[in-house]
């Protein structure tokens, strides 16, 4: 199956500073996450980007379908965005949608 | 709009127990997923459905597991009889045919003793 690698598995920051999670996966997709699962557990949908730039407040991410990487951008980091931030992918076939398989996980803390 | 619901929200059981988990998806949507988080394995896909239709069960671990979705707003993933292995974040989620976004439910903690 297909392959997803999350990097760096974990980054401590100092809050207002900016930083990179990088998503790499092995096979064509066209359906890629990001989530940011909270201190509580709860799955937070960040972007869907296949393909593409998208940017939402503080965070963007672009993805480059053709070079199977995605990269989620988080500038003037607070201490909410603390948490785990997931990459996940998946083909849609057309007869439905197909499920996630997803990284390990990037485990962000920024500290005051 | 009520996301993905799920309940309950924390169960905790005996070996041998029957335990049942039940999601309602996103009124709409038509294809739902079950997931199941814990630290070794980290975040898998266990069934999922579309307008109800079993799609894939490869990801359910053993015969203990069964899914079942007899309508488009109800669905429930059980385990009989549950082990303490079984013990996890259990995560249901929705999709809208045509759309490809998952919408993630609360998840449910369930741990066996």
């Known amino acids: 199956g297909i392959q997803v690698e999350q990097s760096p598995p974990d980054l401590i920051l100092q809050e207002g500073a900016n930083s990179t999670l990088r998503c790499n996966f092995s096979?064509?997709?066209?359906?890629l996450q990001w989530f940011h699962q909270n201190p509580w557990g709860q799955l937070i949908n960040l972007f869907y980007?296949?393909?593409g730039t998208k940017q939402n407040g503080r965070l963007s991410a672009t993805t480059v379908a053709t070079e199977r990487y995605s990269l989620l951008y988080i500038s003037s980091s607070q201490t909410t965005d603390s948490g785990v931030y997931f990459c996940?992918?998946?083909?849609?076939?057309?007869?439905?949608?197909?499920?996630?398989?997803f990284g390990k996980g990037t485990h962000l803390i920024i500290q005051p | 709009d009520a996301g993905v619901i799920q309940s309950p929200r924390h169960e905790v059981t005996e070996m041998g127990q029957e335990v049942t988990l039940r999601c309602k998806p996103i009124?709409?949507?038509?294809?739902l997923f079950w997931y199941r988080q814990t630290m070794m394995r980290g975040l898998e896909l266990l069934i999922y459905?579309?307008?109800?239709?079993?799609?894939?069960d490869s990801g359910m671990p053993e015969d203990r597991f069964s899914a079942k979705m007899p309508n488009a707003s109800f669905s429930t993933l059980k385990i009989q009889p549950s082990e303490p292995r079984d013990s996890a974040v259990y995560f249901c989620?929705?999709?809208?045919?045509?759309?490809?976004?998952?919408?993630f439910g609360p998840g449910t903690r369930l741990t066996v003793l």
């Open positions: 989620a929705s999709s809208l045919r045509g759309y490809n976004e998952q919408f």
């Open positions: 096979d064509s997709v066209n359906n």
């Open positions: 980007i296949p393909s």
């Open positions: 996940a992918v998946g083909m849609y076939s057309g007869g439905g949608a197909d499920g996630l398989t």
């Open positions: 009124s709409g949507h038509n294809s």
């Open positions: 459905f579309n307008n109800n239709v079993p799609i894939d």
